[in-house]
């Protein structure tokens, strides 16, 4: 279960987050740093994403893993599937460190190509 | 600060911030040691941290180009006829409100970590130290930061090991590490790397936080794409004695003792212990008297403005020094 956003009521940072609960499924999202696992803001359900370290943490060993394997570029997502719900991780390129957008969907609700689409098309626009 | 709480003396920063935080006290704590620090606080949640340890919002912004210098200073000067300098930043188009709220309390738990590796001295409450431009709006709870440096202390001290040294060493890329597969940040850290830029002073020539670069070289570090260099000051004392190139071999240090300087007269004894030598000129000059550099917080001095409020004051050195921000 993420905690609490660190920064309390972070306003902007929500507001740029909510429009993701659009989404068909998408019961919870969270804004963190790539690199340190801070959780900057999150609405809704996130009880089912874990914690903003361990998500940094698996995007760091994904990242790290592949390209100790010769694999170009950086790492875009990261999926994994319970039997209720997909977790999807975006990461998002920025100047200085990147950030992660984590999203919890309900796979009653809806597919995970679609949403793999959707939490991303949000991804390029929660910092805007 | 007039807090009767305050005046008698929590035990250290996190108790004390913990009493503010429940006094909704709004103003700035104060941090003497090394490296020293100020944490200011609105309605007793923690909005800024600035220290030398760690990079501020502004070098965070600018050092990682994501503003350029010339739209930095127009939007300062923009910002005292337009208002705070944030709603300037954002309105100049040059920073998204939400990118600028998230490095801001970025930089609230990355001064924090700083100031935790470092010694303090003690510390003064003061609500006259106005907060900075840019800050974590509405704030960080104590509680939270505290816990939250605790944990990267302990991340770090497991990944590399004790965390003062590892704050001083020096940072050299390996040999020949294969930059072409590497994520950009560490391709970045590898040639910022010079052997001669600490943790610190990597993050700030990046325009990255202290923890996540030391995060990033203890990772890099398992990696083996870096190479420790001993902290600065740490190991033997080099050899500077002449060289016999016949044999390869150091001469033996002197037997007579260098000579030393002898204050007030610009000239060095020729033995220690002896009468200082006569320098032409020197007679009548008046020894310059030491100077005390401790570290003791500084007391409100002379300059104070009498309409300043008083200031409380502490001293810490009963207290541990390593990890003073941490529970």
């Not at chain 1, 977790?87 to 919890?104: K, M, N, S, Y």
């Not at chain 2, 910002?79 to 709603?87: E, I, N, Q, V, Y």
């Amino acid at each position: 279960m993420l905690s609490q956003s660190e920064g309390g009521q972070s306003h902007p940072l929500e507001a740029s987050l909510s429009g993701v609960l659009d989404y068909p499924g998408v019961i919870g999202a969270a804004l963190i740093d790539a690199v340190t696992g801070l959780v900057y803001a999150e609405v809704g359900d996130c009880r089912a994403l874990g914690n903003g370290t361990e998500l940094a943490d698996l995007t760091n060993l994904v990242t790290d893993r592949l390209t100790e394997a010769g694999a170009a570029g950086e790492v875009e997502s990261v999926v994994v599937n319970s039997r209720r719900y997909h977790q999807i991780t975006q990461v998002l390129p920025r100047r200085g460190d990147d950030f992660l957008l984590a999203t919890v969907v309900d796979r009653a609700e809806t597919n995970l190509a679609l949403a793999i689409r959707a939490t991303a098309e949000h991804a390029r626009n929660v910092l805007a | 600060m007039n807090s009767p709480a305050v005046a008698h003396g929590p035990r250290n920063v996190p108790a004390l911030l913990m009493t503010l935080h429940r006094e909704r006290f709004t103003g700035a704590v104060v941090v003497s040691g090394t490296p020293g620090g100020t944490l200011h606080l609105r309605d007793g949640l923690v909005v800024a941290v600035r220290t030398p340890a760690s990079p501020a919002p502004d070098v965070l912004l600018l050092r990682s180009r994501r503003i350029a210098e010339p739209d930095w200073i127009a939007a300062g000067e923009a910002s005292r006829t337009d208002g705070p300098l944030a709603d300037t930043l954002v309105a100049l188009g040059l920073v998204r409100a939400p990118e600028l709220s998230a490095l801001c309390l970025a930089t609230v738990f990355d001064g924090a970590f700083a100031m935790s590796l470092g010694t303090s001295a003690g510390w003064q409450v003061d609500d006259s130290v106005p907060a900075p431009d840019l800050i974590a709006e509405p704030g960080v709870e104590p509680r939270r930061l505290t816990d939250e440096t605790a944990r990267r202390m302990l991340v770090l001290s497991q990944l590399w090991g004790p965390l003062v040294d590892f704050a001083a060493t020096r940072i050299n890329p390996a040999a020949q590490p294969a930059v072409g597969t590497l994520p950009v940040r560490y391709r970045d850290i590898l040639l910022g790397a010079n052997g001669r830029r600490a943790p610190r002073d990597l993050a700030f020539a990046l325009g990255r936080g202290l923890y996540p670069v030391m995060l990033d070289l203890a990772r890099m570090s398992a990696r083996r794409l870096v190479q420790r260099d001993a902290p600065a000051g740490a190991g033997p004392t080099p050899i500077v004695a002449p060289r016999d190139f016949t044999t390869g071999a150091s001469a033996p240090p002197p037997q007579a003792p260098l000579p030393r300087r002898n204050p007030g007269t610009h000239a060095p004894d020729s033995v220690p212990g002896a009468p200082p030598a006569e320098v032409p000129g020197s007679a009548g000059r008046i020894p310059t008297p030491p100077v005390d550099i401790g570290a003791r917080p500084a007391a409100p001095s002379g300059d104070t403005p009498p309409s300043a409020p008083p200031c409380v004051e502490h001293d810490l050195r009963d207290h541990p020094a390593q990890g003073e921000i941490t529970p």
